[in-house]
């Protein structure tokens, strides 16, 4: 890697990131189904109709993953605590679930690990989806509820909590494309589910604030809409796109407000009295978290209905995901953030890394490829520092190769090789590559 450490100012944090769904084996510890299971089990959704019953077996083996972090010289741990393993049937809890995480938590610490929570990355419990899930406003107070429970165990122990991971897939991603879970293509409920989750974010925030909590804030996925050409379409369609895949979730939450033209699609499909929702949904966060992977080059269709717009592939070098790697784009969001939105608020790159078709070979996974698309991230990161985003840390995505949702068990985003017949875990060159870089000198 062409950094070290000490290239970072003092406290600047080194991680991994991981969500719990991906790894945990949600067969084990009395967890309730969850809208991925129902989703991957519909032919067609899920390549192999893979699910996440067994996974990578973390929660059985947590130890040896939390060893290889601390080997590593890691000095945080990103995970996500799963509500329904928590509430299996999205109200009662489950105390085998709570103590689950309490001795996760506890490993995390012993290990001299900061944990870093996420709330909800994505497993919605059936019963709430059974509902309308993220489509019903009542699903945000149901969250609170689970809030409440799984604050009331670990809170105490948290050094951050983020509320939600990526709303952008929880609501565009998954009801208006219909990629991942419930798997809808309808303007109507995206609209909802649009406002309901940042609801649900404001519903968290209302509630950690009651516990004390600190370090309290969301994490976002953002996604650089490049202009396919200098034509003045392109720029309007992709002026657009980072209205609906960016801007709607950052300037609701640090601003009160949803983008005009977001809105000029949405407004006929948006719950009544969306509007009295914004105090609460903009309420002041301790930090932002940015997970970046790619740009998309964007032009308009002038033949689809709103929004119009679609991506045509780009010419930079593709990971396994055939997602563009373009790291120029996370310098221009952190410095964009902050200019333009946050401020001197801490930033976390809270997700970046790529996937790869990684192989074993003579007990050694030699991926170069990775190595260099993080250290090149990271040294976006740290050209955004000197222009004065206050980026406080870089988790990888992820520590374990797993369940990549729609992709299954094929795309290979981790630093550790996991081969899902043995669930032998194998450290890549990239992770070697990376303790070495952020060893203390
Ligand atoms: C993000 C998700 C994460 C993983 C990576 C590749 O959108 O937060 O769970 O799937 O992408």
Redesign the pocket.
Known sequence: MQFRRSDFPEGFLFGAAT?AY?IEGHKFGGAGSTHWDTFAATPGNVIRAEDGALACDHYHRFGEDLDLLQEAGMDAYRFSTSWARVMPDGKTPNPKGLDFYDMLTDAILERGLKPFQTLY?WELPSALADQGGWTNRDTVHRFGEFVDVITNKIGDRMDSIATV??PW?VAFLSHFLGHHAPGLRDIRATARAMHHINLAHGEAMTRLRDKGMKNCGIVL?FDHATPLDDTQESAAAANLQDAISNRWFVEAITKGTYPTEVLAGFAPHMPDGWQDDMEQISQPIDFLGV?Y?TRHRITSDPDAPWPGVRDVPGDLPLTQMDWEIYPQGLYDFLTRLSREYVGDLPLYVT?NGMAWDDKVENGAVFDPERTKFVSDHILAAKRAIADGANVKGFFY?SLLDNY??AFGYEKR?GMIHVDFDTLKRTPKASYYALKAAIARE
Do not use: G, K, R, S
């Open positions: 969500a991906q990355h991971n990526e897939c996925n997970n992977y997700e995505w990549e949702w985003f």
